[in-house]
């Protein structure tokens, strides 16, 4: 991201302890461990405003787990560390749930749990699997090896933990309750640390010094600094949902096709779809533009068709946002090379209702106090 000459006419110049920049899911959880955990005086700036990013735009699934079914996790990441990631993602989950118990005004949230669906037989081998590993390590599910929902999926795994959220007001609380000072409109351009203790941090409106700078950019992250790229890959996904319905077509959060479609029934009677980008990566990968794609719509479309024909009312509206996908699909906590004082919690894969909150608090210990975090440290990348 860049700022012209003609931009900078205005800047001041501000002394801050601890600066988030975004203000997104990840940046609000931060800046609430910062400052309410930590006793730290933190600022958060972003672009535009609180959550107006992909955390204003996603489904609002919360639901435990990564970008993978279990026990591909388990042969990809290792028993110990899946556990550590699922674990996690149940941290993050009941992080949601005090926020929104503590929020200063509503956050809807419905506790109607998930259910994973296969769309093939060959899926319900994988969903029989998933269920196997995940039940091996006591976590609480219910498989079912016939649909579940009598409109020709192949099985399920039921999730009771998981929940549907209103997930700009999540943002918006978590923001409020996190005490910070919040400046938007605001881009961040340049970052540079000269000294030990000390981060100058180039925005359009300010010039900061920092003791701490926090980078919650998720699909951005590769415009603000070039170590970023490759390691995160911004992916537009795409939503529809109806006009309210006279009945609920689905009691649960629910996904299939490998995670690629995901639907709901809104608080307000609605049918939310979202998805259907897996025969379009290429138009989809690599974009920050945020703009419907004609292709993934008629989808989208189609797929009510196949699979929600009683679903008759018609489409109120429809959007994109972007996410930020990691190289390994999980996500990113660490410092910048040659910026100790410039930590970053980014890549959330598009489970950043899954994985964000307990992922900031994690980095916002690793930026304090030097600590590990875990299975999420960009370490790991070598
Ligand atoms: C259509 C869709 C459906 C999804 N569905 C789900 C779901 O159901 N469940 C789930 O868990 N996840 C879902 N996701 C993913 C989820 O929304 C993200 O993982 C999550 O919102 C990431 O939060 P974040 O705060 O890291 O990123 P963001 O919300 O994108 O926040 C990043 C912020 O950084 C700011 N920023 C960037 N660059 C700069 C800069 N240079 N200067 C200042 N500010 C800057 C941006 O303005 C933005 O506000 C979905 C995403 C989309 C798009």
């Not at 302890?17 to 800046?31: C, K, P, W």
């Not at 949601?96 to 109607?112: A, G, H, M, Q, T």
Request: charged share 25%.
């Amino acid at each position: 991201m860049t700022v012209s000459h003609w931009q900078q006419v205005e800047q001041t110049h501000r002394d801050v302890d601890f600066l988030i920049v975004g203000a997104g899911l990840a940046g609000s959880s931060a800046a609430y461990f910062a400052q309410q955990v930590h006793n730290r005086e933190v600022v958060v700036t972003d672009a535009r405003d609180v959550g107006l990013g992909a955390s204003s735009r996603n489904a609002g699934f919360m639901i435990s787990g990564l970008d993978t079914y279990y026990h591909r996790a388990i042969e990809t990441y290792g028993r110990d560390k899946a556990l550590e990631l699922w674990t996690l993602s149940h941290q993050t989950i009941a992080h949601w749930r005090e926020f929104i118990k503590n929020s200063p005004f509503e956050v809807p949230l419905d506790n109607c749990g998930s259910m994973l669906l296969a769309e093939s037989e060959e899926e319900a081998k994988e969903l029989e699997l998933a269920a196997k590993a995940l039940s091996d390590d006591k976590i609480d599910i219910e498989y079912y090896s016939k649909d579940p929902l009598g409109r020709g999926y192949y099985a399920g795994i039921e999730q009771p933990i998981d929940a549907g959220v209103q997930p700009y007001l999540l943002a918006k609380s978590v923001m409020e309750q996190s005490g910070a000072e919040f400046i938007p409109n605001n881009e961040l351009y340049r970052i540079e640390q000269t000294e030990d203790d000390c981060v100058t941090v180039y925005t359009r409106q300010i010039i900061f010094r920092a003791r701490y700078v926090m980078l919650c950019t998720n699909a951005y992250s590769p415009m603000i600094d070039p170590y970023f790229v490759g390691k995160v890959v911004p992916t537009r996904a795409q939503c529809l949902i109806t006009e309210p319905l006279d009945d609920v077509p689905i009691d649960y959060c629910g996904y299939s096709d490998y995670g690629y479609m995901y639907y709901r029934t809104t608080f307000d009677g609605r049918f939310l779809l979202g998805g259907g980008r897996k025969d379009f990566k290429a138009e989809e990968n690599d974009t920050t533009e945020d703009r419907l794609n004609p292709n993934v719509q008629g989808y989208l479309d189609d797929y009510i068709k196949k699979f929600f024909p009683d679903v008759t009312a018609p489409v109120a509206h429809r959007w994109s946002g972007i996410m930020g996908f990691s190289i390994d699909g999980l996500p990113l906590v660490g410092t910048l090379p040659g910026k100790s004082r410039v930590g970053f919690a980014v890549g959330f894969t598009g489970h950043g209702l899954a994985m964000s909150a307990g992922t900031t608090e994690r980095a916002v210990d690793m930026l304090l106090n030097g600590t590990s975090a875990g299975a999420v440290d960009v370490a790991r990348l070598g």
